[in-house]
């Protein structure tokens, strides 16, 4: 999707209507701020207001997404563009945030022996050598805990019995046994549980 041109298009349509920005970040509910960004394309309109603004405008969530109205004639090839569109940007996103996972991994295990080496090397009381070995631990789990939610929610696990690909619950993914990002689960298609291997795509 192009902000920007989304986002010219937003201005269009509020002109069109005579409104001004502020007029309608109140109908919106919303400050002209808000607006102002959308129409610049420095961000993109909350899912939760696309329904609200396209109202106002008199615009459909298709015609807003691609920037432009949509006659019907190419509505389906439209639509379908955009699902193409929001698929390859949602698999990409997806790429980064697995690669977001193993930084949070290898830097909150760092963190751990950072801490383990300063309490084991360090002349200290033994109260601060306790403290420091315990935050050291506490801040890899938290660490080691949002990896494994990032792992969770970016892209899917394909099972290995019937080829079912969806998104776990934290805690199979939390209890299961991997290898890597391989997990043993059982999956909620078939109800057999198998060795589930992490994918991007669901195509």
Not at 43 to 64: G, H, K, T
Request: with cysteine; net charge positive; charged share 25%.
């Amino acid at each position: 999707m192009n902000q920007e041109k989304i986002g010219k298009f937003i201005a269009g349509c509020r002109r069109a209507k005579g409104l001004t920005q502020m007029q309608l970040a109140e109908k919106l509910g919303i400050t002209d701020r808000a607006v102002s960004k959308w129409e610049t394309g420095r961000a993109m309109p909350d899912v939760s207001l696309m329904l609200s603004l396209c109202a106002e405008l008199e615009i459909s969530v298709n015609d807003l997404l691609h920037g432009e109205e949509i006659e019907m004639k190419n509505y389906k090839e439209k639509s379908e563009e955009l699902l193409l569109e929001m698929a390859k940007q949602k698999e990409e996103s997806d790429k980064r945030l697995l690669r977001l996972e193993v930084l949070i991994g290898v830097l909150s295990v760092i963190i751990l022996l950072s801490f383990d080496f300063v309490a084991a090397y360090v002349t200290m009381p033994d109260w601060l050598r306790v403290v420091i070995i315990v935050a050291g631990f506490a801040i890899c789990v938290v660490g080691v805990c949002y990896a494994l939610k990032i792992e969770q929610t970016a892209g899917y696990y394909e099972c290995a019995e019937c080829g079912h690909k969806y998104v776990p619950t934290f805690k199979s993914v939390l209890w299961a046994m991997h290898m890597g990002r391989t997990r043993y689960m059982k999956c909620p298609h078939c109800g057999k549980k198998s060795w589930n291997k992490k994918v991007i795509s669901k195509d």
